[in-house]
């Protein structure tokens, strides 16, 4: 059996907001399983946002990875997440990857509301414009469950 992967992807966040974004969804670095940097790592502090935002201000591109235990937001549990976070000069953007067979417990319809509640909550609380959800690789949009706030095509064939 083929397990996909459910990839909820954020645009241009801004380097003052990634700080208190990885705090947020680490839960202070609690949740952190492990985490790695394509460039020289940088010790982080997860408690403390302009720890995390340091990390952010030298390197002009890079990649860093976290594997979550789980991911707990607006009363949402999803276990073994992993957020990929990619630095390009001064854009960055963070993805949050979700296998569906840890979602087994989830109706699909119930799983989707839940993707939109969780993903449009981060957009507002961090001022990003710009989101979209699908299965991977959800930048191709006949994957996508939505993209902000409208449905996407696969959502419909579901």
Same mark, same amino acid.
């Given at each position: 059996?083929?397990?996909?992967?459910?990839?909820?992807?954020?645009?241009?966040?801004?380097?003052?907001?990634?700080?208190?974004?990885?705090?947020?969804?680490?839960?202070?670095?609690?949740?952190?399983?492990?985490?790695?940097?394509?460039?020289?790592?940088?010790?982080?502090?997860?408690?403390?946002?302009?720890?995390?935002?340091?990390?952010?201000?030298?390197?002009?591109?890079?990649?860093?990875?976290?594997?979550?235990?789980?991911?707990?937001?607006?009363?949402?549990?999803?276990?073994?997440?992993?957020?990929?976070?990619?630095?390009?000069?001064?854009?960055?953007?963070?993805?949050?990857?979700?296998?569906?067979?840890?979602?087994?417990?989830?109706?699909?319809? *119930?799983?989707?509301?839940?993707?939109?509640?969780?993903?449009?909550?981060?957009?507002? *609380?961090?001022?990003?414009?710009?989101?979209?959800?699908?299965?991977?690789?959800?930048?191709?949009?006949?994957?996508?469950?939505?993209?902000?706030?409208?449905?996407?095509?696969?959502?419909?064939?579901?």
């Amino acid at each position: 059996m083929i397990d996909h992967l459910i990839e909820i992807v954020f645009k241009n966040i801004s380097r003052k907001k990634i700080g208190a974004l990885l705090k947020d969804l680490s839960s202070n670095g609690q949740k952190i399983a492990s985490y790695h940097f394509t460039c020289e790592p940088v010790a982080i502090n997860w408690s403390l946002e302009k720890s995390i935002e340091k990390a952010f201000s030298g390197t002009k591109k890079f990649g860093l990875f976290i594997n979550l235990n789980e991911l707990v937001r607006d009363g949402i549990n999803f276990p073994n997440c992993g957020i990929a976070v990619y630095k390009y000069e001064n854009t960055i953007n963070l993805e949050i990857n979700i296998q569906l067979s840890d979602l087994k417990d989830f109706k699909f319809e *119930n799983l989707t509301k839940s993707l939109i509640q969780l993903a449009k909550s981060i957009a507002t *609380n961090y001022h990003i414009n710009d989101y979209y959800c699908g299965l991977e690789p959800a930048q191709d949009t006949k994957t996508r469950l939505f993209t902000n706030e409208e449905i996407g095509p696969f959502f419909l064939i579901t």
